[in-house]
């Protein structure tokens, strides 16, 4: 797929990022969120790992993804150390990463945020491991995250 234009978004992520700043990136249904991040995540790869998360998922299928991401050695089906949540969980934000960049997880389809799926995000925050790049559509409003304690200081 070809990307045309968006440069000043795309200066305006990667400079917030830069900045260790979280990221919102709100607009309507269809017109290219998830791709613009999708394109920064290209052209950034050498300082940014994005790991994307689609929330529309259970909080515990988005722990084993994340697992399956950073640690795609580990076995994550079945019954073992990580097929409970909150032991996922506390691995995720506790464990040595085997890469060196800065993580920043892409949290896509928020739209039904859920209180174990915000609880699961403060988890996340609160190991001060990753930053966050949050999609969302234009009727969601930033102070469902900031009421929770999660501080996102920049709005694109």
């Known amino acids: 797929m070809m990307f045309v234009g968006r ?3 795309m200066g305006q992520v990667r400079e917030a990022l830069k900045e260790g700043k979280n ?10 969120r998830t791709c613009l991040i999708k394109r920064v995540s290209e ?11 689609d929330f529309s998922q259970t909080p515990g299928n988005l722990c084993q993804h994340l697992i399956g991401e950073l640690w795609p050695e580990r076995e994550c089906s079945g019954r073992n150390e990580f097929s409970k949540y909150r032991s996922a969980r506390f691995r995720i934000v506790s464990l040595d990463f ?10 896509d389809n928020i739209a039904k945020l859920s209180a174990q799926k915000l609880d699961l995000i403060r988890y996340l925050a609160w190991g001060k491991r990753f930053q966050f ?8 409003s930033k102070d469902v995250f900031c009421a929770s304690g999660f501080n996102y200081t920049r709005q694109t």
Do not use: A, C, P
């Open 23 to 32: 990221v919102i990136v709100t607009g309507k249904y269809g017109m290219g």
């Open 98 to 107: 085997n890469d060196s960049r800065r993580h920043v997880l892409v949290l």
């Open 43 to 53: 052209l950034t790869q050498e300082r940014w790992r994005f790991l994307f998360l």
């Open 7 to 9: 440069e000043r978004e």
């Open 133 to 140: 790049v949050t999609i969302v559509e234009s009727f969601i």
